[in-house]
Structures are given as structure tokens and as C-alpha cells.
């Protein structure tokens, strides 16, 4: 049964007073996908930010704790270092603020006299945090290649082709884009530039209900789920009302008919973590563990949200474990270094992984201890490495959809 919302800030799901269980984290287990080792010069023309310019430290260089930690004093209040919730443990020690992207987006903003600010996240995350932050400051991702896949799923092109196809259908008037925060700042300045808004998991139902009051129909950026949970769970729409657009496919694989009588544009990305928690492995848990409470991210899938008990964003996850009664159960569908965290700070509940097989997001784990020495140490050097920047025209507009996103009654 599905009774969450979808994560209002202050938002509690009703806790289950089960019998005390004690917390015993099993790791999943590993999968030949999720185990790949990423940026080790394999394939150094295609794998950005493999090759850093000076020495990557060994991973298995004992010092590296000692060196972040020399590197970060050194450069004092002069770098500000933020840390998205799935980074690894090694990383997040390190990390001034934790949070989800826009909870970082707005610390960064909120750090003006920090000439540095060191994102360990994914890049439309370091892109979020240049517009929002004043010119003279610095945003700098360690690894480059730490992209998103979801993100990298909408490329500015394809959106303007298929925006295209809508003004020589003469809907572009009825529409209003919205773009998810995992989006690239070139997205983002496409929604400005239409109207449109930016939205975050936590506040996706003010995002279209602001919509829809603009217009008729939502153009859904990138993420298929977020869109069709949102219209369906939150809003009363039929799954009738949305229609997929899919950038591989002669005008989207829709036809003039469809895309007139849509209420939901949906553009066909997805994330590739949240992707692959299936009904299977909400009905395998609630087999294993009489009694679990199933929590999943609303980028999960249609049915998988459906099945599950709460959902919500990774804000409201983390609240909705802190706040869980000592004993109960729970399975939780989203990114493993966050679950397997709350795991090991909650040992008086019962969290585990809502699926058996590791998902880790590959691209959040390329941001590691390595990384983040070399970055710092570059940074103490005088030197400024793999600086984020976005041009200032779609700075301008992304900013505009930003602003709009802070504007939502
Ligand atoms: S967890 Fe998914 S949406 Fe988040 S950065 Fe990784 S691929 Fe992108």
C-alpha cells in the first residue's frame, strides 16, 4: 500500500512499533557490473578525468587520511567542501555539509567568502552550484568524469528537436517545461529560456501543480518516473494522461494525436540506481522479513513505488529512519552508501537494502579519497584543477528556472 507523500521537508511516515530488532547489515551481494573498476586507465581516451594532471595518489597510499586532513587545514576557511549523501564514507569524513544536490546547491550559495567550493558529487551538481555562486568563487569536481547518467540521458539537442516537433504541432503554447535538478545547466537554461521551472524530488507536486496552472500540459525533464509518479500518485492523473518521449525514435515514437491529448510529456530517462529495484524484490523482502517497512526514492519505478509502504526524497529517507521506532524493519530502495550509513548509525533498527545485489551509483563513487587529496593538494599548490563552469547566457537562464523553483508557493 502506497500512503507517503512525497516528502514535504517536515513530513513524518507513521512508524511501526514492532518488536526490538537487532540491526544486522548483510551487504548485498556484488554484481560484476556494480564491482567494474572505473577510471583505472582501461580506457583513457573515452573515461574522462582518469588521467589527472600531477600524481593521483595509490589508493592503498597509507597517508592519505593524514594528507586530506593537512590540506584541507592548510587551506583554512578558503575551501568549502560539500558532499552529496551517496558519496563514500571515505569521502564524506571530509565533507563540511552533506545533503541531497540542492540542499548543496543552496550551502554553496550560502558560502560567498569561500574561494573554493569542492564538490564531491556528480557534475550537473558542481554546474548547479557555479550558477549559484558568486563569479569570483571556484567550483571544482575532483573527477571529472563523475557525470550522471540520468542527466546525460537529455542532451540539449535532442530536447530542441523535440520541441520542435511541438511548435509545428502549435502545442508549445500549452506547454510548460519542468526539469528534474539531475539535469545538465544546458537543460536547465532550456527551461528558462520556455518558462518552465526547476524541480527537486522534495518539491515535484508544487513544481506541476505551479504548472498547471500555467498551462495545460508538462514537458517532464529528464526523469520518466519522477513525472509519472508525481502526476499519478500525487496528483490524481491516469497513466492514460502521460505519454513517453523517446529521443531515439522518429518525432519521439508518438504520434500527433498522442502528444495532443497528453497532459504529461514524459522524456524517456531514467536512473540507472534507482532503475533496477523491480516488484521482485519488493515482494522477496516482505517474504524474508515479516513485517518490513518498504521505503523507496520516487525515481524508482512506477510499480515499485506502488508497492511500497513510503516514499519519498533522499531528505525525507534519512528523516523517516532517524525518526523510526527502535525494532522495526526496514527495506530501502535507493542508493547503498546512504543505506548501508543509516545502517550502521541506526544499530537499533533493522535497515537493509531493498534489493540483494549491490547498486551503487558508479559515477558518485569515482569521487574517491584519491581524488579528493590530489584535488585539495592541487588546491594548496596554487593551482586550480577541474574547475566547473557554465557559459553566462545558460547561467542566466538556468538561474531563471531556479528561481522560479524558489518562487513555488
Ligand atoms: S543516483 Fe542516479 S540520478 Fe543520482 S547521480 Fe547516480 S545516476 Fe544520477
Not at 507523500?5 to 551481494?29: G, K, M, N, Q
Not at 588521467?51 to 590540506?71: E, H, K, M, N, Q
Not at 503554447?173 to 526539469?179: D, L, M, Q, S, Y
Not at 508544487?206 to 500518485?233: C, I, Y
Amino acid at each position: 500500500m502506497w500512503q507517503a507523500t512525497f516528502s514535504e521537508a517536515d513530513d513524518r511516515p507513521a512508524l511501526c512499533d514492532d518488536d526490538f530488532v537487532t540491526s544486522t547489515w548483510i551487504e548485498p551481494a556484488s554484481t560484476a557490473t556494480a564491482l567494474l573498476l572505473l577510471g583505472r586507465g582501461t580506457d583513457p581516451a573515452s573515461e574522462r578525468g582518469v588521467d589527472c594532471p600531477g600524481d593521483l595518489p595509490a589508493p592503498s597510499d597509507p597517508d592519505l587520511v593524514a594528507r586530506a586532513t593537512a590540506a584541507k587545514a592548510a587551506l583554512g576557511d578558503r575551501v568549502f567542501v560539500l558532499g552529496h549523501h551517496y558519496q563514500r564514507d571515505e569521502v564524506i569524513q571530509f565533507a563540511d555539509v552533506t545533503g541531497d544536490s540542492f540542499k548543496l546547491a543552496q550551502q554553496a550559495a550560502a558560502r560567498p567568502d569561500a574561494e573554493f567550493i569542492l564538490f564531491c558529487g556528480v557534475h550537473f551538481m558542481a554546474e548547479s552550484a557555479d550558477i549559484l555562486t558568486t563569479p569570483d568563487q571556484k567550483v571544482i569536481l575532483p573527477d571529472l568524469a563523475a557525470g550522471c547518467s540520468m542527466a546525460d540521458m537529455a542532451v540539449l539537442g535532442q530536447v530542441e528537436t523535440a520541441w520542435e516537433r511541438f511548435e509545428d504541432l502549435g502545442i508549445t503554447g500549452e506547454i510548460v517545461p519542468v526539469t528534474y535538478m539531475n539535469s545538465s545547466a544546458d537543460i536547465k537554461g532550456f527551461v528558462g529560456r520556455n518558462k518552465g521551472v526547476v524541480c527537486t524530488s522534495s518539491n515535484a507536486k508544487r513544481a506541476l501543480d505551479w504548472s498547471f496552472e500555467q498551462g495545460s500540459k508538462v514537458f517532464f525533464l529528464p526523469d520518466q518516473h519522477l513525472g509519472r509518479n508525481t502526476a499519478v500518485l500525487e496528483m490524481g492523473f491516469d497513466l492514460d494522461d502521460c505519454v513517453l518521449y523517446d529521443p531515439h525514435k522518429p518525432g519521439g515514437g508518438l504520434t500527433d494525436d498522442q502528444l495532443r491529448n497528453a497532459r504529461m510529456i514524459l522524456w524517456r530517462g531514467h536512473c540507472s540506481v534507482h532503475g533496477r529495484f523491480t516488484l521482485e524484490s519488493v515482494r522477496e523482502v516482505r517474504e524474508r522479513v515479516p513485517g518490513v517497512n518498504v521505503l523507496v526514492h520516487p525515481e524508482c519505478r512506477h510499480e515499485v513505488v506502488r508497492a511500497a509502504d513510503y516514499v519519498g526524497s533522499t531528505e525525507y529517507i534519512i528523516k523517516a529512519l532517524d525518526a523510526a521506532e527502535p525494532g522495526s524493519s526496514w527495506a530501502v530502495g535507493t542508493e547503498l552508501n546512504l543505506v548501508r550509513r543509516m545502517a550502521l548509525a541506526h544499530p537499533d533498527k533493522q535497515i537493509m537494502f531493498l534489493d540483494r545485489a549491490v547498486c551503487y551509483c558508479s559515477t558518485m563513487n569515482r569521487i574517491d579519497l584519491p581524488h579528493l587529496v590530489w584535488a585539495l593538494e592541487e588546491l594548496v599548490a596554487g593551482r586550480v584543477p577541474n574547475q566547473i563552469t557554465v557559459d553566462p547566457d545558460t547561467a542566466h537562464h538556468a538561474r531563471v528556472a531556479l528561481d522560479q523553483m524558489l518562487a513555488l508557493p
